[in-house]
């Protein structure tokens, strides 16, 4: 393991260290010599010689706990410091007699210390810790020191001056401790703010990156799927199937990373909602597992669902949510698990009028987690490299974006597992119970579907993305035009007011889908307008696109049935004669 450089140390110090401890304690440290040397020279004018060795004695340690900080160890100083000032004004408080007032210096003491701890938990406790160490110095010299001194000769006159001096000593030091306690609290503050914003700033920038990165990811991916949904329809060979089936898994698989870096990214930005709709449970598991049977077959892996008849209900939930949390554990158990089998299952554990609580539980005969890295998976990024997962792949966010999700839900992923022994993963969730009769899905068939005698403009500037959108609403029976920007499409819009649709792109040259949705709805308000983009859309860019005038949006890479449901709901067929 390679050890970090001095340098290096130093600067973690200086970005950790807001309220510059270390330094502060630096200082007290300087003060001290001074204070002692200036209290030496007093003591020897006195001829108080039992004081002076004592004050000579808390130097040379002060000047240790120096050295100790120049050589490097900073953590050792504040104690060595602290503890000698103690300890000393105590030894000076038995050897001058309560008269003499030097005890009342554990009164500032007590000013300083918030100076040389920071605000965490652990330096709390060291805080409490030397209050509680002053407190008991400053009752120990109350009850047990002499009024005067019984270890050395001390004069009433010598008594009365040194009393003077102590106390405005006292008050004088005092009073510079709770000024520099205000300042450096605030200068603590201002730089407190100031990493917040800069956090802040970064979290944005950070999101704007993988926001942009996700876009510009996501449409080749567009592209890619487009052409495989294309493909499908031809023809084929058993080869030629193959691959086209290999090429479908990779551009999944590729989808998934990307989709799962940018869902992991709005969950540490807080921009992750659940959004609950009414669905049955029993069939909306069926369907989740349906696109994974090819996938187990090819792995000669089987794979088991076992759904109580109790849950053939309606509930109200994220469905989209648990689903992906569904399919991340069916992914991550086919990915370690060679052979053997997968078991889904899904168990009621109890019910009354207005909830249901659901075990889920996905079971595999993997290669198993050992004991120590089972929290590890959890972690962002977190994955066990041993000799059986090395060749594995992913970002390591399944399990995590999996538990934010359940976190979400009020719920937490939990797993038992032993190497060798395969593992088991389960959740627990507790859903709203809605009294709607259960509708069986339909399950539509492209080649159903039929958009005959509606008018659809496709402004998008990637050729790719709009030979194979042309191509799919063609083959839909629809009649589209197409423009490569905004302008071009304003321009057909002026030469053609009557479509039914408009799938716009966002990004685009000369002018963009932002740009051209305020035009479009101010000239012709009544053709509803989709957003065509690669963005992965959240709550916030949700609202914005609305606020601008669009009806809704698909994400690439579409699904033609995704693409068909939006086109059907808010595509109404305009009157030939209609105007804008």
């Known amino acids: 393991m390679n050890r970090p450089n001095n340098k290096t140390s130093i600067k973690v110090a200086e970005m950790t260290d807001i309220k510059e401890v270390s330094k502060r304690t ?25 004081s002076a060795l004592l004050v000579g004695l808390l130097l040379v340690f002060t000047l240790i706990g120096i050295w100790f900080n120049n050589r490097g160890y900073e953590k050792y100083t ?3 410091i602290l503890t000698t000032i103690m300890l000393f004004v105590l030894l000076l408080a038995f050897a ?22 920071e605000s965490n938990k652990p330096y709390k406790k060291e805080l409490i810790f030397y209050f509680i160490v002053d407190c008991s110095a400053f009752c120990c010299c109350i009850l047990f020191c ?22 405005t000593g006292t008050l004088t030091v005092a009073i510079i401790f709770v000024y520099f306690s205000f300042y450096f609290e605030k200068k603590y503050a201002a730089a407190l703010f100031d990493q917040i914003a800069k956090a802040e700033n970064a979290m944005h920038t950070r999101t704007a990156f993988l926001s942009n990165m996700g876009h510009e990811l ?31 898994y990779c551009s999944d698989q590729m989808l998934g990373l990307v989709n799962d870096v940018l869902d992991f990214n709005k969950i540490e930005a807080g ?12 069939q909306l598991l069926n369907q989740a597992v349906q696109p994974f049977y090819y996938r187990f077959e090819q792995k000669n892996v089987a794979l088991k669902v076992q759904i109580d008849n109790s849950l053939d209900e309606n509930i109200m939930a994220d469905d989209l949510r648990l689903v992906q949390v569904i399919n991340n554990l069916l992914s991550n158990a086919l990915k370690f698990t060679e052979s053997g089998q997968v078991k889904l299952m899904a168990e009621t554990l109890q019910r009354d009028y207005k909830t249901i609580g659901v075990r889920f539980t996905v079971q595999d005969s993997g290669i198993g987690i050992d004991a120590r890295y089972q929290k590890k998976i959890f972690e962002s990024f977190g994955q066990v490299i041993n000799e059986n997962t090395r060749k594995q792949q992913g970002a390591g966010l399944g399990l995590t974006i999996s538990q934010r999700l359940l976190e979400l839900m009020g719920s937490t992923l939990e797993v038992t597992s032993e190497p060798g022994q395969g593992s088991t993963f389960f959740f627990t969730c507790a859903f709203e119970r809605v009294s709607t009769a259960s509708v069986p899905v339909e399950i539509e068939k492209e080649n159903e579907y039929d958009l005959e005698g509606m008018q659809i403009l496709v402004v998008e500037d ?68 989709l957003a065509f983009t690669a963005s992965l859309v959240d709550d916030l860019m949700k609202n914005e696109l609305l606020n601008l005038g669009f009806d809704g949006y698909i994400t690439k890479p579409f699904k033609a049935q995704e693409l068909y449901k939006k086109i059907q709901k808010f595509c109404t067929p305009l009157p030939a004669h209609a105007n804008p």
């Open 26 to 50: 630096y200082q007290l440290a300087y003060v001290c010599v001074g204070v002692c040397f200036v209290t030496l020279l007093l003591y020897l004018f006195y001829s108080l010689y039992l």
């Open 462 to 529: 990637n050729p790719i993305n709009l030979m194979i959108i042309s191509k799919l609403l063609k083959d839909w029976k629809a009649q589209i035009n197409t423009a490569v920007n905004g302008k071009l499409g304003m321009d057909s819009l002026a030469e053609n007011h009557a479509y039914d649709l408009i799938l716009l792109d966002l990004q685009m040259p000369e002018m963009d889908g932002y740009e051209a949705i305020i035009e479009i709805k101010k000239l012709y308000p009544r053709i509803p307008v």
């Open 78 to 80: 504040k104690p060595i």
């Open 146 to 167: 002499p009024e005067k001194s019984s270890w050395q000769h001390i004069s009433d006159e010598t008594y009365k001056s040194m009393f003077h001096l102590n106390t």
């Open 218 to 248: 996501r449409t080749p991916l567009n592209g890619i799927s487009g052409i495989i949904g294309l493909l499908k329809k031809e023809e084929l060979t058993p080869g030629q199937q193959e691959y086209l089936n290999l090429l479908k």
């Open 271 to 282: 921009k992750l909602e659940l959004h609950p709709i009414v669905f049955n449970v029993k």
């Open 96 to 117: 001058e007699g309560l008269a003499a007032g030097g005890y009342l210096y554990f009164i500032p003491i007590l000013f300083a210390l918030p100076l040389l701890t």
